[in-house]
Structures are given as C-alpha cells and as structure tokens.
C-alpha cells in the first residue's frame, strides 16, 4: 500500500517523517513538483515525489494535508481519483481560527466528498497538532485520532496506519459524524492557542 502526502506545511510534513519512520511506502506531492522532491529527499532515497496529479495516481491512500480553501483546487489538479481513498485532515476554520466556515448540517469531510464521488473520504487527524506528530511528543502517552468513514474497508486501512504509527485510532462512525468531529478540532485549536494550554493538547474519549 502506497501513501501520498499532499502537501509540505506543517501537518503535511509532520506525517510525512512519520510515516516514513514507521516504514510506509510514501509519495510526496506538491503543486511544485521540485518542492516535493526536494523534501522527498530529506526523508530517504526511496521516497518518491512529484505534482499532486502524479503523486495521487501513485497512491492507494491520499493524505490531504492542505487547509480547507486549498482542497478543491488540489482536488482538480489531482484529476481522477476513482477508487482512491482521502484522508481529510482540515478543520474549516475562519482566519482568525476563532470559528468554523462549514458546519452543524454538512462537514469539510463530506464536502471534499461531494467534490470526489468517486473516491472515499476519511476524517482522521484533524483534531492532533503538528507538534505532537512525532513519536517522542507522545512518548508515554496514549493519543487518540478520531477516524470517520462511510466504507468499513478504507477506515480500517487508514486505522491501521494510525496505529501503527503510535496513535490510538478510534473508530469514530460515519462520514456525517465529521459535523461533530470538527468542532472538536476547533475547541482543540481554542484550548491550544487562545486558552494557554499550548499545541501540545489532544481530546481523548474517556470509556469508564
């Protein structure tokens, strides 16, 4: 199993070093291709890079580590993603990161479905910061990442990375359960950057 990484920022790069470490097969996108290679080649020798098209048709499973705005474009410049799974990472924030642009009847996860029917959107990390990516952020700690898919066999695969890569996936029911899932990242992202606790702090569902 292949994964792409679209995009280089923080989150994009982030798991990208992390699923390199963990020993996935891993293709680096970017809208500039020479800006993926060049980070591919931070990561090793065998990781591979190129434009988002390319890197999309390489893939199984497609990381979509862009901001909201920027899915739709990436989307188009992905081209045919039939049968492709996406993992949406975004949360549809506002500029001032203080309020969410879609949500309460529709998610950003089923949104970039709409734009891709025919592949397979999966809500996963959007509720983890980039600091706490690497191993050695949560060394000691069980972090969750809350996984929401409409198809049984994409949210398993893209749970098995997420363990694998030293999160605890929660399997957190359908796609429209992103409604609820994303304002969770949002008062994450208020806890981390308006109320002092730092990006260093992830919700956790609590079974007693």
Do not use: C
């Not at 997420?162 to 994303?182: H, K, T």
């Not at 981390?192 to 730092?198: A, D, N, S, Y």
């Amino acid at each position: 199993m292949k994964i792409a990484v679209i995009g280089t920022g923080n989150m994009g790069a982030g798991l990208a070093r992390l699923l390199a470490a963990t020993g996935y097969d891993l293709v680096i996108g970017h809208r500039d291709p020479a800006t993926a290679a060049s980070f591919a080649a931070e990561l090793g020798k065998n990781i591979e890079a190129g434009g988002i098209a390319a890197a999309a048709k390489l893939a199984d499973i497609i990381i979509l580590a862009l901001p909201y705005g920027a899915v739709a474009e990436a989307l188009k410049e992905a081209g045919n993603l039939k049968g492709k799974v996406l993992v949406d990472i975004s949360n549809p924030v506002t500029a001032d990161l203080r309020g969410l642009v879609v949500g309460h009847s529709t998610s950003a996860a089923e949104e970039i479905q709409a734009l891709a029917p025919g592949a397979t959107v999966i809500k996963a990390f959007n509720t983890i910061f980039a600091q706490l990516l690497p191993l050695e952020a949560r060394k000691g700690k069980t972090v969750q990442v809350f996984v929401a898919g409409d198809d049984e066999k994409a949210k398993g695969a893209v749970s098995r990375f997420v363990n694998a890569a030293g999160f605890e996936a929660v399997d957190a029911g359908p796609l429209s359960n992103a409604r609820f899932i994303e304002p969770i990242g949002e008062m994450n992202i208020h806890f981390g950057f308006f109320l002092g606790k730092g990006p260093s702090v992830a919700p956790a569902w609590v079974q007693l």
